[in-house]
Structures are given as C-alpha cells and as structure tokens.
C-alpha cells in the first residue's frame, strides 16, 4: 500500500489520533499538513518528525468552525504541495454535561468544531478535488452517535451529523471518482479519554482501549487505492462496544 504523490490534510493532527494518523500516511509515502488550531509547539515537532522520514510536512493554524479559513488553508496548501488528495476531517472537541445542565454555548461550540468544521473543511476541498477527479475523505464520527452516550448531547448530535454529512457527500462526489467514508471510534486512550478509561473498559468486549494507530491504520486503507469501490460506508473502530 501506497501513498506516494499524496498530499494528505489532516485536521486536529498535532496529537492523539490525528497525530497517528499524520505519521501512518506519512510512512506510506504521503506529504502531510497538520492543521490545528494553533502552530503549537508539539505541531512543530511532528513537522520535523514527518520531514526526517523523507516526506513533505507543513504545520498550519486554522479553527475549522471558521468557514472562510479553511478556504483559505486549502488554497495555501495547495500553493504549497502542489495539490491535496486526502482530507481527514479529525478536529474535534467534548464539552460533556448532562443534558439539563449543558450549557447552550457548550453546545454551540462542539456542533461548530466537530460538524460544521467537517462541512467547511470539506467544502473547501471540493474545488480541488473536482478539478483534478480524485480525492479521499475521512471524516471521524464516534460510537455516541451509535449509543447516544448519557453526557453527550452535543458530542452525539456533531457525531450523527457526520455520518449523514459523509453519506451526502459521498453521493454529490461520487460521479467525481472521490470517496468519502467515516471511521467511528469508540473508547481510544488518547488526552480527551484519560481518567475516563476505568468507566468503559468493562464493557468493551475486546478487554482493552483502543489505541490511536487502531484507528490510524484503519483510516490508511480508506485514502489508499485499495479502497476505491468503497464510499458512503461508517465502519465502527470499538473492540465491540458497539455490537447490537
């Protein structure tokens, strides 16, 4: 498998499974940006990183809730790598509460980065993709939206809102040669999830949190070659949590 003369954008990819990600697409040959919404110094690590193992890797800001700067990044990216192949819509953030207590800008905010930065940054990528009749999105969605999580009323809102999204997009661009699936992961021990892994290991039925390159490889096969027939597709990444 192969992802020589890719370019790979990658959102929320300065750590957790974004980084994972940048790394797995990097290692089969793809260049990379690493979009996060600030240049952090744990971005520009992962830059050097990706550069040392013989790819082409950029670091960018951008807040993907934000739609004129995603357009705005894309148009960088692609004056920058010549062209973009690959998106993987992977910014994301939780703001948990109960649903009588969640506060409406809670809400607000994780419908904004989660849903409406996949819209945005995919519809800054469809100029691209249409012109050139190739292209690979991924976008993350979760097992909340599966289970509908107690908590998680905006996170399970953003995340079934994906799954919709990524089935209209994979119709609009399909005539186009371009896929666009959905992973949905369940408990991955990463920042967001620590202190939380007690809670849920019990019932996950594989015994153990999923880790970021479960789903990293996951994702390599949806923007390679091998997946070309598939689209419109949300595959669950969860140990069996989700097993109905």
Not at 94 to 107: C, G, I, P, Q, Y
């Amino acid at each position: 498998m192969s992802l020589e003369n890719k370019t790979a954008i990658v959102t929320g990819g300065a750590r957790g499974i974004g980084a994972a990600v940048c790394r797995k697409l990097a290692s089969l040959g793809a260049d990379i940006a690493i979009v996060d919404l600030n240049v952090t110094d744990q971005a520009k690590e992962l830059e050097a990183e990706l550069t040392g193992m013989g790819v082409r890797a950029k670091a960018y800001a951008c807040n993907v809730a934000d739609n004129a700067a995603c357009k705005a990044l894309v148009k960088q990216v692609v004056a920058d790598f010549g062209c973009v192949t690959i998106l993987v819509n992977n910014a994301g953030i939780t703001r948990d509460a109960l649903f009588l207590s969640m506060k409406e800008e809670d809400f607000d905010a994780v419908i904004n980065t989660n849903l409406k930065g996949t819209f945005n940054m995919t519809q800054a990528c469809y100029r691209p993709f249409f012109k050139q009749k190739y292209g690979k999105i991924v976008n993350l969605a979760s097992v909340s939206a599966l289970l509908g999580t107690a908590g998680q009323a905006n996170y399970a809102a953003s995340k079934s809102g994906i799954i919709a999204l990524t089935k209209v997009t994979a119709r609009e661009l399909a005539p186009k040669q371009v896929t666009c699936n959905a992973v949905a992961p369940g408990f991955i021990a990463t920042d967001m999830t620590k202190g939380l892994e007690d809670q849920y290991v019990s019932s996950i039925p594989l015994g153990r949190a999923g880790k970021p390159e479960d789903v990293a490889n996951l994702i390599a096969f949806l923007v390679s070659p091998e997946s070309d027939y598939l689209t419109g597709t949300v595959i669950r990444i969860d140990g069996g949590l989700a097993i109905s």
